[in-house]
C-alpha cells in the first residue's frame, strides 16, 4: 500500500512536467523549429521557485489559495485514478463524483483568486472557465457512466481496471464515442487549443492564461505544476480507456503507461499544430455537440 | 415552547424599553429554541416517539401532538436556526427602537412557535391552525420595512401565493375527512386502501398545496420577492427552515397515501429537475445578492424533490436500494440546506448591514473590510457548490449514487431517466459553482465600486459568533460525514422500511469522503506553509497590472451582470434571459449611455401577475359587502348566527 504511494506520486511528480515540453516540441517540429528541450518545463519551475513575489495591494488570501488548491487538488485526485495497470492507491464505491468535485474545487479556488485581483481581465477569464466547465461537467459524467455499466463498478480503479477489455470486446462503438469525449473533455479542463491558446499574448481570447496574469514567482510555479498534473491525472483516463491492456510486469506496465501519456502530449501538440482556435461563441455549442455524442454512446449501449 | 410563546408577549410589552424588550424576545426564543433542541434531538437519538392529545371544544379539533422520528429530524435543524437567528438577530437589530424590537420579536417568536405545530401537530385542524400562523406570522416579518413601496408588494405577492396553496390544503384535508370520517392523522392511515384516482387527487392536492410553501417550480414565485425583503436573519430562518416544513408536510400525507404509484415520482422529479434549472438559472442573473440565495432556494428545492420524486420512481418500479439511496440523499439535503442556506443569508444580512447595500455591483473590496464574514460567506458558498470538504458534497453524493445506481442497474431504456438527470444534475452542480464564484468574486474582492462598500464595517460578535457556529456544524459535517449518515440512514428507515437495513449492510456508504476531507485540508496547509517558506525571501507589493492601462479604476472591474453574460447568452432560453436595454453608443461622438438590465421572473410576469391582477378585479366587485358602517357588521354577525343555529336544528 505505502510503496504502491509512493510509486504513484513519483510518477506524479516526476512524469508531469514532462508533458507539456513533449507538446511544446511537437509543435515546434510541426513549426519547422527545434524548439525548447523536452526538459524546458522542469527548467521554469525551478527558476520560478527561485524568484521573488509581486503581489498586488488589492488582493487578499484568496489570491494565494488559489494556486496552491491548485496543486494540491490533482495530487489529491491521483489517488483514485490508476496509472495505466497500476491500480490506484485509494479507491471507494462512488469515487468519481467525489473526483469530479474535487476539480471543481480547484475551478473555485483558480476562479476567485483571480477575481481576488479586480481586474477586467482576469474577471473575464473567470467567468469563461467557469461558464464553459457547465458543458464540460455532463459530457465527462455521460462517458463514465458508459464505462460504469460495462464494468458495473462506481470506482474508477475498478472501472479503468481489468473489466475494460471485455468491455472494448462487447461495445466498442461506444467506447471509441467515449474516448472521444474524454479527449474534448481533457482539451477543455487543461485550457488547450482548439478551446483556449495557451500561449497567446491577446487577453481576450484566453481563459486560464487570462486568470494567472497576475500571479508571479513559486505561486506561478505552483500553477504550472498543478496544470501539467491536472493534464497527467484526466489524461491518464483517457489512455488507459485507449489502451486496456495489462501486461502483468510492473515496470512494462509503467512503460506502456508513459509511452501512452507521451503519445498523447504528441496528439495534443499536433491538434495545437494543424487547428486554429474556436470562436469564442462557438465553443458553448461545440460543447453541446459532446454531450450529445457521449449521450449517443450510452443509448447504443443500452439498446 | 412556553418560553417561545412568553416572549412573544413579553417583547412587546416592554417594548418602551428597547434593551429589555430585545432581551425578553430573544433571550427566550433562545431558551425555547434550546429546549427544543434538545427533545429533537433525544427523539432522533433513542427513536421513541412522544404523544400526547388533548380533546379541543372545537369539532373535530384535537391539541394532538406527536413527534416521532421523521418529525424530530425536522425539528433539529429548525431549532437550531431559529436559536442561532434570534442570537443574529439581536445584533442585527441592535440599533432598532423598541416597539420595533418588541413587533420583530413577537412574530419571530410566534413564527418559531408555529413552525414547530406544524410539525408536531396530529390532527388536521390544528395543523392547518399552525399552517396559517406560520404564514401570517412570517409574513408579518416579511413587510418589517413596510414604508418602503417594494418591500409591501413583496409582501403582497407572499401572502397571496401562499394562501392559493393553502386552498389545496383545505380541500386535500376535508376530503381526507370525509373519506375516513376523523380529522386525527392516526385515522388517516385508513387511506392506505384508496382508490388510485382518489389517491391520486389528493396527492396532487397535497403536491400543489405545499410545493407552493417549498418553493416548487412553478409556485416559487413568492420565494425571490419575499426573502429580500425581509430581515435576513428572517429570510434565513424562512428560506433555511420554513420551506422544509411543507417538505416534511408532503412526506407525512404521503405515509398516509397508498404505495405511490411511478407517475407520482416522475411528476416531482421533473418539476424538481426543472426549478433547479429554472432557479440556478436566475439566480446567476440577479445583481440582487439575497434574491440570487432566494432563487438558489428555488434550486435547491428542485434538488431535493428530484431525488424524493426518483426515491418514489424507483420503489414503484422495484427498485428498493436505488430508492433507499435517493430517500437518503434527499434527507440529507434537507439538513445541509438548511445549514449553508441560513449562512449564506446571515452573511448576506451582515454585508447588507455592513456596506448598506444588497447590489453586487455596489459591493467589492469586502473581504478586506469585514474579514471575518468574508471567510464565513466563503465557507457558506463552498458548502452550497458541494466542495469537499464541507457538508454540501455528502448530501450531492448520495443523489448522484442514487442516480448512477439507477443508470447502471436499470435495464434497458428505463436507465435513460437517471442518466439524463445525472447529465442536467452535474450541469446544475457547475452552475452552482458560477453563482457562487460570482457572489465571492464580485462581491466580496476586487476594489470598492461604491462608497458604502468603501465605508464597510465588520458586523457585530453576535452576527459573527451564530454564523461562525453555522460555518463549523457545515465543515464538521463535511469532515465527520458519519454525524450527518447515521441519523439519515436511521430517519430513511422510518420513511421507508427496510431502506436502513439495505444502506447499512450494502457497504457503500461515503464515510470515507471525511478522511479524504481531512486529507484535503492538511495538504492544502502543507502547501500553503512550504509556498510561504519559499517565498518570504523577496515580496514586493505592486498594483493589479493593468495589461498596458495605466489608470485602471474599480469601475473598469467585472460587473454582476458581465460576468454571467457569456452563460445567459449560451445555454439560456429566450424567456429566461435578462431583458437588457440601452448600452450601445451611437454617432461618432456619443454622449452619456444608460445601460439597463432587467432579470424579472418569467413566470411572475406571465403567468402569475395577470392571474393576481384577474382576481383583484373579480374582488373589487365584492367591495359593496365592506361598508365599513358598524351596523352592518353587526347585522352580518347576527345572520351568521341564525344560519348556524337554523343548521344545528336541521342536524
Same mark, same amino acid.
Given at each position: 500500500m505505502i510503496t504502491r504511494l509512493f510509486l504513484h506520486l513519483l510518477v506524479l511528480f516526476a512524469l508531469a512536467p514532462l508533458l507539456p515540453g513533449v507538446i511544446g516540441k511537437t509543435k515546434a517540429l510541426f513549426g519547422g523549429r527545434k524548439g525548447a528541450p523536452f526538459l524546458q518545463h522542469y527548467f521554469n519551475l525551478w527558476k520560478l521557485f527561485g524568484k521573488g513575489l509581486v503581489i498586488s495591494?488589492?488582493?487578499?488570501w484568496i489570491f494565494r489559495t488559489g494556486p496552491v488548491v491548485g496543486l494540491a487538488v490533482p495530487v489529491i485526485a491521483s489517488l483514485f485514478v490508476p496509472f495505466g495497470s497500476l491500480t490506484a492507491p485509494l479507491g471507494f464505491n462512488g469515487d468519481m463524483i467525489f473526483v469530479i468535485y474535487l476539480f471543481a474545487l480547484s475551478r473555485f479556488c483558480t476562479a476567485t483568486a483571480a477575481l481576488d485581483t479586480g481586474s477586467a481581465f482576469e474577471g473575464m477569464g473567470a467567468a469563461r472557465e467557469v461558464t464553459f466547465a457547465c458543458l464540460a461537467e455532463p459530457a465527462l459524467f455521460f462517458s463514465l457512466i458508459v464505462i460504469a455499466r460495462l464494468t458495473?463498478?462506481?470506482s474508477l480503479t475498478e472501472m479503468l481496471g481489468p473489466g475494460l477489455l471485455a468491455g472494448w470486446h462487447g461495445a466498442a462503438a461506444s467506447l471509441i464515442l467515449v474516448l472521444v469525449c474524454l479527449f474534448v473533455v481533457v482539451l477543455v479542463e487543461n485550457c488547450?487549443?482548439?478551446? !483556449? !491558446?495557451?500561449?497567446?499574448?491577446?487577453?481576450?481570447?484566453?481563459i486560464h492564461e487570462v486568470m494567472v496574469l497576475d500571479h508571479s514567482g513559486p505561486d506561478l510555479a505552483l500553477i504550472f505544476y498543478g496544470a501539467a498534473m491536472k493534464l497527467l491525472v484526466l489524461g491518464a483516463v483517457v489512455v488507459r480507456v485507449a489502451i486496456p491492456v495489462n501486461l502483468g510486469n510492473q515496470a512494462l506496465d509503467l512503460g506502456v503507461f508513459i509511452l501512452g501519456m507521451i503519445g498523447l502530449a504528441v496528439l495534443i501538440g499536433v491538434i495545437e499544430s494543424i487547428m486554429a482556435r474556436l470562436q469564442l461563441l462557438r465553443i458553448p455549442q461545440f460543447l453541446i455537440g459532446t454531450i450529445l455524442l457521449s449521450f449517443f454512446s450510452l443509448i447504443m449501449l443500452l439498446r | 415552547m412556553l418560553s417561545l410563546l412568553i416572549g412573544a408577549v413579553a417583547a412587546p410589552v416592554l417594548g418602551r424599553w428597547p434593551r429589555r424588550s430585545a432581551l425578553a424576545g430573544f433571550g427566550l426564543a433562545v431558551l425555547g429554541s434550546l429546549a427544543g433542541l434538545c427533545a429533537a434531538a433525544l427523539v432522533l437519538l433513542t427513536g421513541q416517539t412522544i404523544a400526547f392529545s388533548l380533546p379541543l371544544?372545537?369539532?373535530?379539533a384535537s391539541f394532538a401532538i406527536l413527534v416521532d422520528p421523521l418529525a424530530a429530524f425536522f425539528l433539529a435543524p429548525l431549532f437550531l436556526i431559529s436559536l442561532l437567528g434570534a442570537i443574529y438577530g439581536s445584533g442585527y437589530l441592535a440599533k432598532a427602537d423598541g416597539p420595533a424590537t418588541g413587533r420583530h420579536c413577537f412574530f419571530y417568536n410566534l413564527l418559531v412557535l408555529s413552525m414547530a405545530l406544524v410539525v408536531c401537530a396530529a390532527n388536521a385542524i390544528l395543523f392547518l391552525f399552525a399552517w396559517e400562523c406560520m404564514s401570517l406570522t412570517s409574513f408579518f416579518l416579511v413587510i418589517s420595512?413596510?414604508?418602503?413601496a417594494p418591500v409591501r408588494r413583496a409582501g403582497f405577492t407572499y401572502i397571496l401565493a401562499t394562501h392559493l396553496g393553502a386552498a389545496a390544503l383545505f380541500a386535500l384535508f376535508l376530503l381526507a375527512g370525509a373519506k375516513t370520517?376523523?380529522?386525527?392523522f392516526a385515522a388517516?392511515?385508513?387511506?392506505?386502501?384508496?382508490?388510485p384516482l382518489f389517491a391520486g387527487i389528493l396527492f396532487l392536492l397535497a403536491l400543489g398545496g405545499f410545493g407552493s410553501k417549498a418553493g416548487l417550480f412553478p409556485f416559487h414565485v413568492w420565494l425571490p420577492e419575499a426573502h429580500p425583503a425581509a430581515p435576513s436573519h428572517v429570510s434565513a430562518l424562512m428560506s433555511a427552515v420554513m420551506v422544509k416544513t411543507a417538505i416534511y408536510a408532503l412526506l407525512r400525507i404521503l405515509s398516509f397515501l397508498p404505495p405511490a404509484p411511478a407517475w407520482w415520482g416522475g411528476l416531482m422529479l421533473v418539476l424538481g429537475v426543472a426549478g433547479g434549472l429554472f432557479g440556478i438559472g436566475m439566480a446567476a442573473t440577479q445583481k440582487d445578492l439575497k434574491r440570487s440565495l432566494a432563487y438558489s432556494t428555488v434550486e435547491n428545492v428542485g434538488l431535493i424533490f428530484m431525488a424524493l420524486g426518483f426515491w418514489l420512481y424507483a420503489q414503484a418500479t422495484h427498485h428498493y436500494f436505488t430508492a433507499a439511496l435517493a430517500l437518503a440523499g434527499a434527507l440529507l439535503h434537507i439538513w445541509n440546506h438548511c445549514l449553508f442556506k441560513s449562512l449564506l443569508f446571515m452573511g448576506a444580512g451582515s454585508l447588507l448591514h455592513g456596506a448598506?447595500? /444588497?447590489d453586487l455591483n455596489e459591493m467589492g473590496g469586502l473581504l478586506r473590510r469585514m474579514p471575518r464574514t468574508g471567510l464565513l460567506l466563503i465557507a457558506g458558498a463552498m458548502a452550497v457548490t458541494a466542495l469537499?470538504?464541507?457538508? %454540501?458534497l455528502v448530501g450531492e453524493w448520495f443523489i448522484y449514487r442514487g442516480l448512477l445506481e439507477g443508470g447502471i442497474k436499470?435495464?434497458?431504456?428505463?436507465a435513460a431517466l437517471p442518466i439524463v438527470l445525472v447529465g442536467l444534475m452535474a450541469m446544475i452542480g457547475a452552475m452552482v459553482l458560477v453563482v457562487m464564484v460570482r457572489i465571492v468574486g464580485i %462581491? $466580496?474582492?476586487?476594489?470598492? /465600486?461604491h462608497q458604502g462598500a468603501a465605508a464597510a464595517h465588520e458586523a457585530n460578535g453576535r452576527m459573527v459568533g451564530s454564523m461562525a457556529v453555522i460555518a463549523l456544524l457545515c465543515l464538521a459535517g463535511g469532515l465527520m460525514p458519519a454525524l450527518l449518515i447515521n441519523p439519515v440512514v436511521a430517519v430513511a428507515g422510518t420513511i421507508s422500511p427496510g431502506a436502513s437495513d439495505l444502506l447499512q449492510n450494502s457497504?457503500?456508504?461515503?464515510?470515507?469522503i471525511g478522511g479524504m476531507g481531512i486529507g484535503v485540508v492538511l495538504l492544502i496547509l502543507l502547501i500553503f506553509v512550504g509556498s510561504r517558506l519559499l517565498a518570504s525571501r523577496q515580496k514586493a507589493a505592486a498594483p493589479t497590472w493593468g495589461c498596458g492601462f495605466l489608470f485602471p479604476t474599480a469601475r473598469m472591474s467585472y460587473s454582476a451582470e458581465g460576468f454571467s453574460e457569456l452563460a445567459h447568452r449560451s445555454f439560456y432560453c429566450d424567456c429566461l434571459r435578462p431583458r437588457v436595454s440601452g448600452g450601445q453608443p451611437v454617432a461618432l461622438l456619443p454622449g452619456r449611455v444608460v445601460f439597463a438590465h432587467d432579470a424579472g421572473d418569467f413566470f411572475l410576469q406571465a403567468v402569475y401577475l395577470p392571474l393576481f391582477r384577474t382576481a383583484g378585479g373579480f374582488c373589487s366587485r365584492m /367591495?359593496? $359587502?365592506?361598508? %365599513? $358602517?358598524l351596523q352592518i357588521y353587526l347585522f352580518y354577525i347576527f345572520g351568521a348566527m341564525t344560519l348556524l343555529l337554523g343548521w344545528l336544528a336541521l342536524d
Open positions: 495591494r488589492t488582493t487578499t458495473g463498478s462506481l488547450r487549443i482548439p478551446f !483556449d !491558446d495557451p500561449n497567446t499574448h491577446l487577453e481576450l481570447t484566453m | 371544544t372545537l369539532p373535530g420595512d413596510h414604508q418602503e370520517g376523523s380529522l386525527d388517516f392511515n385508513g387511506l392506505h386502501d384508496l382508490p448598506g447595500t /444588497r469537499p470538504p464541507f457538508n %454540501g436499470f435495464q434497458g431504456l428505463a %462581491g $466580496l474582492s476586487g476594489e470598492p /465600486r457497504g457503500c456508504l461515503p464515510y470515507w /367591495r359593496g $359587502l365592506q361598508s %365599513g $358602517l
